[in-house]
């Protein structure tokens, strides 16, 4: 089920020069999955924007998203106060019940938040979580400490080499070959695809596509997969590894 | 408060409310029924149906513009077998009202098949034909552009059905009377418009198409006045009922596209915007009513001269 509801933000400030957090306060009882996405009507925008639950409680939400058009920019200069429409519940999110001891989270860029509520579950039915996070350069990091503080190893790869790894994801992967048996990512394409291609293991990916209503109703974010046609929106956005018709 | 009448007859169906959600926004329902009870809709269209399953165009598909979006889905449908087999048997299970099938093709023949299968489905009480779709090739909407092969799918279908058969039409013509006027004298039930307007979209950092397909639907709120319009244009100069369609989002907008001529008013685009419109049109159109001194819906159909 969906829950369509006016929320109040609380905060709503930079974490890098592109990414921001906004937290937001109202009904959360509809977000049953880490992984899972709210849609947000936006004042003046035909479009709702689908952006990724970081993390919840009882009575907030936590979003991490990346200005990159007019909608994102708009909400970043939102103040708190402020308030949303929003739909929750959205997606099917990822899984945790699997057969995982040591599971491996990988997060690129704006892919990341995603995988922190993701982390902290994980780790409550007490897996030992290896968190990689990439990213383009050192300023761009972030939420590094903050997956740290949940108990999680942290290994960081940069494409410029200003912070850990040099180069992607992959990368830390053969040089520093953290222990896992199983694998979620959310991150651009290439990068899921080079993961799926460098890791014998079984997992979860996150996709993004361009979506009309988030919710099932359009056929906008269609995907092939070896079980039949998906929506992102809707079947997805997290697909298993076997499945992906890349 | 006055009883307001919100009951209009399409082509002898009785509908509680004219309000209908539009091909392609509403699935085959299963969507809508976890945010409402759809029972609240007059009826609505479910989405374009083809001889063969179908996945449609590459993405991305969707593309937001002022006021209104670009899609190119391409009649992405699990085919008439299984929409037979799967989707009316389960939409039976939480929708009791007749329900409108669109039906799409890539030839005559296709569309002829589709509508034989689909007259022996208790449910539907209504058969729109889309002779509009804008993203496929060599279907859709290149019958619905010529007088010539709209009237042939028209009496195509109505040869093989008992069916209401109403003419789902594109915009994209230069003459959408001519049109109209050859399927209601093929012995189209009624006609439906308009589908969407050819329209596309630039990502100026990329300097590439934002659709996939290059091209595709430019529907939403701004293309209302469009659809008014040809509405207007087409009930002076057709006896059949006419269905609007294009940018309706609010119940004014329901009692406007009425008095230009609608019997019945589709809602397209809104409702993936906001998922509850149809019901919250559905919900307005008495205090709509009363505000502007209508008792019975029916009486302002076309009542604009």
């Known amino acids: 089920m969906y829950k369509n509801d006016i929320y109040e933000i609380r905060s709503n400030e930079p ?55 007019d909608g994102t920019e708009q909400m970043s200069r939102m103040r708190p106060g402020e308030h949303l429409d929003l739909l929750t519940g959205l997606g099917n999110g990822f899984r945790t019940a699997v057969d995982t001891q040591r599971p491996l989270l990988v997060g690129g860029g704006v892919g990341v938040p995603p995988l922190y509520n993701l982390a902290r579950q994980l780790l409550a039915q007490g897996r030992k979580v290896t968190v990689v996070l990439g990213f383009n350069t050192a300023d761009e990091i972030f939420y590094a400490d903050e997956f740290r503080a949940l108990g999680a190893e942290v290994l960081v790869a940069t494409a410029d080499g200003s912070c850990g790894t040099r180069g992607f994801v992959t990368d830390v992967l053969t040089q520093c070959r953290p222990d896992y048996d ?39 974010c269609s995907c092939k997969t070896k079980y039949g046609n998906k929506r992102i929106c809707k079947e997805g956005p997290v697909l298993e590894k076997e499945e992906i018709i890349w | ?45 479910f989405k374009g149906t083809t001889r063969e399953p179908r996945f449609g165009n590459p993405t991305p598909r969707i593309a937001e513009c002022t006021e209104g979006m670009i899609n190119a889905v391409g009649l992405q449908n699990p085919g008439i077998d299984a929409v037979i087999a799967e989707e ?26 589709c509508c034989e299968r689909i007259d022996k489905e208790e449910q539907v009480g209504i058969i729109e034909v889309n002779v509009s779709c804008p993203n496929v090739r060599h279907g859709g909407m290149s019958f619905g552009t010529s007088p010539e092969a ?27 009377v001519a049109i109209a006027r050859a399927c209601e004298e093929a012995g189209a039930d009624g006609i439906c418009l308009i589908n969407t307007l050819l329209g596309m979209r630039i990502d100026v950092r990329r ?39 294009g940018g ?6 329901v009692i406007e596209m009425m008095m230009a001529g609608a019997t019945a008013v589709q809602v397209g685009a809104e ?35």
């Open chain 2, 271 to 305: 409702n993936l915007r906001n998922p509850y419109a149809s019901k919250q049109i559905v919900e307005a159109l008495p205090v709509e009513m009363e505000r502007l001194g209508i008792e019975r819906l029916s009486d302002i159909i076309g009542i604009v001269g």
């Open chain 2, 207 to 245: 300097r590439k198409p934002v659709i996939a397909n290059v091209m595709g639907g430019f529907s939403g709120a701004a293309v209302f006045p469009v659809a008014v319009r040809m509405v207007y244009q087409v009930s002076k100069a057709c006896s059949v009922p006419v269905m609007g369609c």
């Open chain 2, 88 to 113: 009316l048997p389960r939409l039976r299970t939480f929708f009791h009202k007749p329900v409108i099938a669109n039906i799409s093709g890539f030839s005559i023949e296709e569309y002829a098949y």
């Open chain 2, 1 to 45: 408060m006055v009883e307001v009448d919100t009951s209009v007859n399409l082509s002898g169906l009785h509908l509680d409310n004219p309000v209908i959600p539009a091909s392609g926004t509403f699935g085959y329902g299963n969507e809508y029924k976890d945010f409402y009870d759809i029972n609240i809709l007059g009826s609505f269209s």
């Open chain 1, 15 to 69: 974490l890098t020069a592109t990414v921001w957090r906004m937290v937001l306060a109202g009904d959360t009882q509809w977000i049953t999955a880490p992984g899972q996405f709210v849609n947000i009507a936006l004042e003046g925008r035909y479009l709702r924007r689908p952006i990724s639950v970081c993390d919840w409680d009882a009575g907030t939400l936590t979003l991490i998203y990346k200005v990159v058009g």
């Open chain 2, 150 to 176: 709209a009237a042939e799918v028209t009496r195509a279908v109505k040869a093989v059905t008992t069916k209401p058969v109403y003419i789902k039409l594109s915009p994209n013509v230069t003459d959408i």
């Open chain 1, 182 to 220: 199983y694998f979620y990512a959310c991150g651009p394409l290439p990068m899921l695809r080079a993961l799926c291609e460098a890791t014998p293991v079984s997992g979860q990916l996150s996709f993004e596509e361009r979506m009309g209503c988030g919710f099932g109703g359009c056929m906008g």
């Open chain 2, 248 to 253: 309706v989002r609010s119940a004014r907008d």
